[in-house]
């Protein structure tokens, strides 16, 4: 039956990237932009110390005490930076390695296998073992325990391999701290969020190819 | 004539052990030069007009020569090992140079005591070499019988005249188990693994190579006087295959050094003895070239088994001085002629090209699976099934030679060469010469087979095809296979060469990966647990505590035999024959009674 049910849903993936993502992808909250106002002001309200000059996205958790400063939340999430890429696209290989998050990253990166996003048909798989993985794909506030495991597995990865930082406190500490990830290895990508949205993680992966 | 220089070698290598009063090295250089006088006589043909003895002897002297080179340098036993390994040898010469039966089971019994004085060598080892001297006795007394049943239906102790003897299919079958016991056949084999794995291993080399070629020279022998009814097929078809599927499980799951070669030689036997049934089947149908290719894949397979065992035991020997299991070894100290000849021997006995053992199991298969020629259904699907169990024994050999490599040989480090490398470098030589031109040994055997089944194989096995010349590819039958090693060695050479010059050789040493937590290592026990674990039933795998237990169910067969056998005597001893004088009176009045009852026709049947 479950045949028939699926044949009349239809196909339910998401068009992303070849479309802009739609309004049901894009989380409610958004990321803060500023619009009007001294951002100055707003540098005493952010718990992470985000907003300085502008706003550091990486910083960023989403509290949105600072939309009575002059910030308003809009719907982009896709927010990446890329240093190195890949020297090939398609049957990209994932290591996951969760130094120490709350799971919530954990929670979106799943979201990335199930029939809607898809993370398959652009040519990304998960791996369990860092052996026959290309990229280490990092989460979470690295753990003082966390360091050696992380460091080992970045050892057993075989060229060429790019290490991924994603969310806030993988990349700059977020609420725990100063640093990301970058203080114990050179980080090639970083993702933010907090935590980032399945768009923002296929944006930023997507980023890592060779051809984009 | 050529046979007395043979007696005089004996007495020569008797008057060896004696010397190892003075001294071990003596004993063992006296026997290293006697073992290369007989390498000289096989190879010189003067002694090619006794059939199947100078293949044998050249196998066999090759291994004692070797054992004994190695010998001078691992021997630290002291006397007694190396008087009674000299013993060993020159039983083993009487009987492979015996006419008759009579010197053939002194030379039988004489091997079994002198292994047995050998093996209990060492301090812990008395229950093994027990265990080793029972199941001789009991080959012994199998060969007794068969020879007295020749005796008796055929008046002559001498072997040429037995043939035509009208109990002819009784007397095999004795013969047959008999041997069957020495080659560790299914139901026969539980004494192998402790004897081989306590013994010295000079002596294991020595026990393991050439023990168990006695057998199958002694079945080669019964076969040539003649071939019995093909029935005795059908049950060598069945105990072999069961024996190689056996010996190759419990090798793959061994965690002893000298315990998993030692099941491998389990494995090997059985499919010697499958390859003897399918002769027998082949001869039975008229098939001449089929019947002289599987006459051939005998003896090639027993010869590339005793080299590469015995090449196998000498490295096991160099390890087991570490510690004899194998998931305790750690800093083991090989030279490089160890480590080579460890490599060498193992990927030999796990098949791999382009090496002796790869050329036998390609032979074995062949010769198995043209069984399509053999008219009979019935014998045909056995033979098939058999076919399929002896690929599988050799499939699973592949996991027990990779452990033994992975966890001996390959985290080895240096050592300086010593005598024991020389014994080791013989060996090698002689499978790198075979790997590269069988066609030697082939030329070297066919006249024998010629005169058993009537089909040359110098001339009708050798050809050539294609681009390979005349003389170097191997023909499995006519327009069936054929394989020419000397071009698999050639090529591979060629081809590991290209592949090797092409790439970067860019390479980075990294830890194994366990998680990123401490000792990333893959340990020997968990190597073949899966196997321990799917196959329960096989092993009685148990978790007990900490640990995994598993065995062989057929050892505790037999002590749980012995145990009844003891229980039933223990009755037997304190409720019927107890002591008491009136129940002997009892027993003496009740025979008596019947007695008279049958005498005067009391009973209605009897008149």
Redesign the interface.
Known sequence: MWVIKGLRKGIITTKYPDEKPTKDEVPEIGVPVHRHGDIKAASGVCPTDAISEALDFYKCIFCQRCEDYGFEMTGNVEIAEVNRKLPFSGSVHIFLVDAGSCNACNRELDMLTNPYYDLHRLGFFFTP???HADIMFVIGKVTDRMV???L??Y??MP?PKIVVAAGSCATSGGIFGNEGVDRYINVDAKISGCPPSPIGLLYGLLKTYRRR | MEMNILYYIIILFISASAFAVLSKKITYVISAFGSAWLIYLAISGSLSDHAFLPYFLLLSSIVWLSASVYSIGYDHYGKRLASTFALTIASMLLILVSRDALSFLIGWEGMTIASFLAISARKDSMRAAYVFLAFGELSTILLMLSFALALGTTHSIFFAAWKGSNMWNLIFLFALFGFAVKMAVFTFHIWLPPAHSTAPSNMSALLSAVLTLMGVYGIVRMLSIQVPSIWVSAVMLILGGITAAIGSLHAATSEKVKELPAYSTIENDGIIFVLLGAYIIAVYHHNSVLSAFTMLTVLFYAFFHSISKALLFFTAGMIEQFSPNINELKDVKLSNISITSGYIAALSLAAIPPLPGFIAEWMALEALFQSFEIPSVKYKILIVSVGAVVALAAGIATISMTKMISYGFKRSTGRKISMVDAGMLILLSVILIISLFPQSLIDFVSQPVYSLTGVNPAVNLIGGALAIPKGFLILSGEKFGGMSPTFVFVFLIVLVSLIYGISKRKIRYTEAWAGGGEGGNYNSLSYSMILRYTLKGFYRTKEEGCRVIWGDIFEKGYVVTAKSVRYASNIFRLYLMNGNIGVYILYIVTAMFLTILYVTGGFPYVH
Do not use: G, S, V, Y
Request: net charge negative.
């Open positions: 073992t860092p052996r050696e495991p992380m080992k597995a050892e057993a060229e």
